[in-house]
């Protein structure tokens, strides 16, 4: 009779916790967290440096800045806290946040295990695409295509009157022609007074010419949201604020982010050309006024290192999903390139004063982190029947691990090489990316770029003109 009672005693108690565990998921701020998706700010400068004949000669310097923000399309992630609560297991988590973006810095938990089996999956969360596992409709905007323009624009016609960017890229030339006049000078020997006159009109001319050369110079700044902001960027407006998506969006196959160009307000400001009313006269398609004006900003998602998508990848590029259960997301590792003009894969055509027909890739690819196209992963919040298992995950704003701990006393041997393994790999890709990202080696590549550049015009000169072929 006791036995039966004790019996009933138990199935009864069992019968509570498993009551009080079926309840809905209860959500502690404290065990909350966003994760971070990486913008681009975009700085792209040009600079008129000559135009004789109506034949316009300019540098396009872009600039890019990685930057780290929260993911609202994912939203917060929690833990729920009812899932730590268990007759049979000591459970805890820690977790800690950045300040002010409440993005994941690290998280930790050690469960330990009475009595029972319970399942865990070691960073073996499989994200599925959003645009399949959820069914969220993709963002038709930033699939679409411009039609071509009906028509080619009249071609710019370069201004000289006075106040013109020709006529300031004059004086400009004049005054560096003076200011080695004055060098001249004191290189031969002159007295006390005059080479203090002399230096007062070098710097005169110097400050001159720092004040006209900003007049040469138009520049664009813009945020790039991947796959969320829009790929036509209004030059105009460089104060626009983030959108805040409430759908999900993709990338496009080709991996286009930005195209970007100088406004007929700028342009008109500046004082290039004579012509703007005419070239922008008829509506035409995004930057097809002035092509060679147009910058392409793009993700080489082929190229890239820890992304969901394969070399046979077809179509779009959502971002990573984040399934029920998943506590972060591994960072991919993406070339982003900077075209003027439309993505190539043949070198452009040379012309015989050096300079470049058509596109031409303005900078070396570089490499950065984007938390918003990695894996998604899970770790365990439970253990094994009679085992211990601690673990820590620590990360940069920008979603890279750079510390991780694992141990189980149990089967700590096999668990741990595991876990080592991919944080190895993970630290590895990021030491690599960040090596690659450094200013000695982006200094070696450009130099390299430069290098080949030369060589090849040597080589079309040579082809041309063997009698008069340039040395090494």
């Not at 966003?34 to 440096?49: G, Q, R, S």
């Not at 396009?60 to 930057?67: D, G, M, N, S």
């Not at 004059?170 to 080695?180: D, F, H, R, S």
């Not at 015989?352 to 998604?376: M, R």
Request: hydrophobic content about 40%; proline content about 6%.
């Amino acid at each position: 009779m006791r036995g039966q009672r004790f019996f009933s005693a138990v199935i009864f108690a069992i019968s509570l916790i498993f009551l009080s565990q079926s309840q809905s998921f209860a959500v502690d701020l404290r065990y909350t967290w966003m994760l971070p998706k990486t913008v681009i700010d975009a700085t792209i400068a040009y600079t008129f440096e000559d135009c004789t004949d109506n034949k316009l000669k300019l540098k396009i310097t872009p600039t890019l800045v990685a930057r780290s923000v929260p993911d609202t399309i994912v939203g917060r992630v929690a833990v729920d806290t009812e899932a730590l609560k268990s007759f049979w297991e000591d459970r805890n988590i820690s977790i800690q946040t950045f300040a002010g973006s409440h993005i994941l810095n690290s998280i930790g938990s050690s469960p330990t295990s009475q009595v029972g089996q319970v399942a865990g999956n070691i960073l073996g969360g499989i994200a599925k695409l959003v645009g399949v596992a959820l069914g969220v409709p993709v963002s038709v905007e930033s699939l679409a295509t411009n039609p071509p323009p009906a028509s080619p624009p009249p071609a710019p016609q370069c201004g000289t009157s006075e106040g013109s960017a020709a006529a300031i890229a004059t004086q400009i030339k004049a005054l560096k022609t003076k200011i080695k006049g004055f060098q001249t000078d004191l290189l031969s020997g002159v007295d006390e007074a005059t080479q203090k006159k002399d230096n007062a009109a070098i710097q005169a001319a110097q400050s001159l010419i720092t004040n006209l050369q900003d007049q040469l110079t138009i520049t664009i700044k813009t945020t790039i949201d991947p796959g969320v902001s829009p790929i036509n960027v209004d030059a105009d407006n460089d104060m626009a604020a983030l959108q805040n998506p409430a759908k999900q969006s993709a990338i496009r196959n080709d991996g286009l982010l930005a195209t970007i160009c100088a406004s007929q307000k700028q342009l008109d400001k500046a004082k290039w050309f004579t012509n703007l009313d005419q070239i922008f006269k008829d509506t035409r398609p995004h930057c097809a006024a002035i092509p060679y004006l147009e910058v392409n900003v793009y993700l080489d998602f082929p190229n890239g290192k820890g992304t969901m998508y394969d070399a046979d990848h077809k179509g779009p590029y959502p971002q990573t999903a984040i399934e029920q259960g998943s506590l972060y997301r591994d960072v991919a590792y993406i070339p982003v390139l900077v075209w003027r003009g439309a993505k190539q894969t043949t070198t452009a055509p040379v012309d015989k004063d050096g300079s470049t027909n058509g596109p031409v890739q303005l900078i070396a690819p570089q490499t950065i982190p984007l938390g918003q196209f990695g894996v998604s992963q899970t770790l365990p919040l439970a253990a094994d029947a009679f085992k211990t298992l601690t673990w820590q995950v620590t990360f940069l704003e920008d979603g890279e691990i750079t510390a991780a701990s694992f141990s189980s006393k149990a089967s700590g041997v096999n668990a741990t090489a595991f876990l080592g393994t991919a944080v190895s790999a993970a630290n590895s890709i990021a030491t690599e990316q960040r090596s690659a990202a450094s200013s000695s080696n982006q200094a070696a590549a450009l130099q390299g770029q430069a290098d080949l550049i030369y060589q090849t015009q040597r080589l079309a000169l040579c082809q041309a003109n063997p009698t008069n072929c340039p040395s090494k």
